[in-house]
């Protein structure tokens, strides 16, 4: 009987083709010695996944420091359709404007608050949508 | 997936991957200052190479700009050897460079697997690090080592059994 060698790691990853699968399944049913490879490999495996990913400043990344602007506060009816009409006067702007950055809808529905850049290249306009997507204008 | 170089720009890669590329670098060589360097450098042939970008696997196109830069620094430094090669890293795990408490807490907790890591042959620590720490599938590593998808099946295996030998 041939050992099943690396389609033991390739079963951990899910990688194996449907026979593969197959294969494996009815081999470690009666091959002590493959479950005990299996377990083997699957603790050497846990011990890399479970290595703290490290984290990177923004500024090594080349980003800008960011801000997170807080969560919009709750808003009176009027002062929401103020803002609702701003953001539709911005978002017209923003498309006719010739060298306008366009922002993606992620950007003002990020539910942890949109975020503003310092980048010199993040345009009145974009500051402007943020604020108006966080009522933060309004004050 | 990317459909086009228009859909995604080197900030989104920055924000999406940086942190990935950065702990592929660290974990590669176990030194933070290298890993900072990798990241910067890998940024900006995104920068230069998104223009040309064409549809396919975005994954793949990436890493493969990551393991070039990562092996063209590891070449510049045989070719002008005034700082460890990979290979010759300080095998402590700790940093070069003051770093918040936090960090090197977690570098601690992580020495022994990050030094096993280090004792590999280059070939099958990367295929462990895309495998385990970026989590690429064996498809996409493949498409960023540039090598047949069996291939990556046997490092990463004979990779993870010499980790298994030296974590005792």
């Known amino acids: ?139 | 997936m990317v459909e086009t170089a228009s859909d995604i720009t080197w900030e989104d890669v920055a924000r999406v991957y940086g942190r990935k590329i950065y702990n592929f670098a660290y974990r590669l060589t176990g030194n933070p200052d290298d890993a900072h360097d990798l990241v910067q450098e890998v940024l900006l042939r995104v920068r230069r190479g998104l223009p040309s970008y064409r549809p396919g696997s975005f994954e793949g196109w990436l890493w493969r700009i990551t393991r070039n830069a990562f092996l063209d620094d590891v070449r510049r430094r045989k070719r002008r050897p005034t700082t460890a090669l990979p290979d010759e890293l300080d095998r402590t795990g700790l940093v070069s460079s003051p770093a918040p408490d936090e960090v090197l807490a977690s570098i601690r907790l992580g020495e022994d697997v990050q030094k096993a890591l280090l004792d590999l042959p280059y070939e099958f620590r990367e295929a462990v690090v895309l495998c385990d720490i970026v989590g690429l599938s064996y498809d996409e590593i493949a498409r960023a080592v540039e090598a047949p998808i069996g291939t990556v099946r046997s490092r990463i295996h004979r990779g993870r059994r010499m980790l298994r030998e030296r974590l005792g």
């Open chain 1, 1 to 139: 009987m041939s050992h099943l060698g690396e389609l033991l790691s390739a079963h951990l990853d899910g990688e194996l083709s449907p026979a593969e699968r197959r294969r494996v399944a009815d081999h470690l049913e009666d091959c002590d010695r493959c479950r005990e490879e299996l377990d083997e490999l699957a603790s050497a495996r846990s011990a890399v996944r479970s290595l703290p990913m490290v984290e990177v400043p923004a500024s090594v990344l080349g980003l800008p420091d960011e801000v997170v602007v807080p969560l919009p506060r709750r808003k009176s009816f009027w002062v929401g359709a103020a803002a609702a009409a701003a953001a539709v006067f911005i978002v017209v702007a923003s498309i006719l404007a010739p060298d306008g950055t366009a922002l993606t809808p992620q950007d003002l529905s990020d539910p942890f608050g949109a975020r503003v850049s310092l980048d010199p290249g993040f345009t009145p306009t974009k500051v402007a949508q943020v604020r108006v997507a966080t009522g933060d204008f309004a004050e």
